[in-house]
């Protein structure tokens, strides 16, 4: 009864629709702040030189959690972990909304990000339930939700703090998590995995998998290069929208909401992926990712045309990355349902801190070498990957 795995032949869709609504209100957390730096500094009186550490705090948190709690979902019942998450999440949430102190809100961060590695509970969960000719549909249908949370999360900041102030994007979202956990917590199935080690012996075996997995590596070197090209192109497209095209916040918003339709690439990933077009739609991804900057420079003036080529850019490299964050996951899970939590956890840590690495460069290269050097660097992200992907000899 407990191990859904075994009992399970269908997922209802009602539940892949609720894991995939719970994914996105979770991982949203992680990127309310990041369009919201400037008047969350100035508030808790917090150095503008320093104000970089919201997001960086937030990333380590959610590094920390992938690392050190994730894992425990092949250990402990699933539905009671991500429920306990979520309520760390919940305290960080009103925390940050009440305080002005940077210390604490700073804190308040961390353990946001600690909290909301529920996410990534609730992706391996859903691929237990579901069977093996349907996990790739399954996870993509999921991760579609998960991608579009991260999508609309930075638009709806923008939009929530212009009409009541940045405290309120954290006292809803603390709101509505507590729906959610409330809702999981009574309709979620329980699924208590048979661990044969204990916690210590569980994170050790951590790098043990990274070593031995070559697959693991694999797939976590892809998306770490395609998603730090994601996050080097969303740090610097704001900043480059307001100097070169004189867009004000409300329209940098609006063209946050154009990459969302990249989420559509996730289900459609799952579903060929089923079908064994795995190693082809890799390919593809990493390309398309890489032709996304090529594009912005197509048009260098200031024209509609310019900035319309940036929307279609904008929306191939997230179809690019959610297709194959898609395509990475499906295949890190077919090593085992046994390790499956763990595999989750070191591939979302790796591909993650690529992420962070993007986000620095970004900044770096544009105060030094503006949109040129900043596209180019996130054009050798994707170049890198595909060089790695030539020596690929399977699926």
């Known amino acids: 009864m407990n191990n859904v795995q075994s009992k399970t032949k269908q997922v209802p869709s009602w539940i892949t629709a609720l894991l995939a609504i719970a994914c996105g209100v979770i991982v949203a957390n992680l990127y309310y702040a990041q369009p919201l730096v400037g008047p969350i500094s100035i508030d808790t009186?917090?150095?503008?030189?320093?104000?970089?550490?919201?997001?960086?705090?937030?990333?380590?948190?959610?590094?920390?959690?992938?690392?050190?709690?994730?894992p425990l979902c092949d250990l402990i019942e699933?539905?009671?972990?991500?429920?306990?998450?979520?309520?760390?999440?919940?305290?960080?949430?009103?925390?940050?909304?009440?305080?002005?102190?940077?210390?604490?809100?700073?804190?308040?961060?961390?353990?946001?990000?600690?909290?909301?590695?529920?996410?990534?509970?609730?992706?391996?969960?859903?691929?237990?339930?579901?069977?093996?000719?349907?996990?790739?549909?399954?996870?993509?249908?999921?991760?579609?939700?998960?991608?579009?949370?991260?999508?609309?999360?930075?638009?709806?900041?923008?939009?929530?703090?212009?009409?009541?102030?940045?405290?309120?994007?954290?006292?809803?979202?603390?709101?509505?998590?507590?729906?959610?956990?409330?809702?999981?917590?009574?309709?979620?199935?329980?699924?208590?995995?048979?661990?044969?080690?204990?916690?210590?012996?569980?994170?050790?075996?951590?790098?043990?998998?990274?070593?031995?997995?070559?697959?693991?590596?694999?797939?976590?070197f892809y998306q770490a290069c395609l998603f730090g090209a994601f996050s080097l192109f969303w740090t610097v497209i704001p900043l480059w929208l307001a100097?070169?095209?004189?867009?004000?916040?409300?329209?940098?918003?609006?063209?946050?909401?154009?990459?969302?339709?990249?989420?559509?690439?996730?289900?459609?990933?799952?579903?060929?992926?089923?079908k064994g077009w795995t190693k082809r739609l890799t390919g593809l991804a990493i390309v398309i990712a890489a032709l996304s900057f090529l594009l912005t420079h197509i048009f260098e003036d200031a024209s509609a045309i310019a900035l319309a080529m940036l929307v279609i850019a904008a929306i191939a490299l997230d179809m690019a990355v959610s297709g194959n964050l898609v395509l990475g996951q499906r295949t890190i899970y077919s090593l085992g349902s046994e390790i499956r939590g763990r595999v989750n956890g070191v591939f979302m840590a790796v591909f993650f801190i690529g992420g962070a690495i993007g986000s620095a460069l970004g900044g770096w290269a544009y105060a030094y070498g503006g949109w040129m050097l900043a596209s180019m660097l996130g054009l050798s992200m994707p170049v890198a990957a595909l060089l790695y992907y030539f020596t690929e000899k399977s699926n």
């Open 243 to 274: 100097s070169h095209f004189h867009l004000s916040q409300q329209g940098i918003a609006l063209f946050a909401l154009a990459g969302v339709a990249g989420a559509i690439a996730a289900p459609i990933a799952g579903r060929l992926a089923d």
């Open 45 to 70: 009186h917090l150095p503008l030189a320093s104000a970089g550490f919201i997001v960086t705090l937030t990333q380590i948190g959610y590094v920390a959690g992938l690392l050190f709690i994730v």
């Open 78 to 220: 699933n539905r009671r972990l991500v429920v306990s998450t979520l309520v760390v999440v919940i305290c960080a949430l009103v925390a940050a909304s009440l305080t002005h102190s940077a210390s604490l809100f700073l804190i308040a961060a961390m353990f946001t990000g600690l909290g909301s590695v529920a996410a990534q509970i609730l992706v391996p969960y859903a691929a237990h339930l579901a069977t093996e000719e349907r996990r790739g549909q399954v996870v993509g249908n999921v991760m579609s939700g998960l991608l579009l949370g991260i999508m609309l999360a930075r638009p709806i900041a923008s939009f929530v703090t212009d009409l009541w102030g940045w405290q309120a994007v954290f006292i809803l979202s603390a709101v509505i998590t507590t729906i959610l956990a409330v809702l999981l917590a009574f309709v979620l199935p329980e699924r208590t995995p048979s661990p044969t080690m204990n916690y210590g012996d569980l994170i050790r075996s951590l790098w043990s998998l990274f070593k031995t997995k070559a697959v693991l590596r694999r797939r976590a």
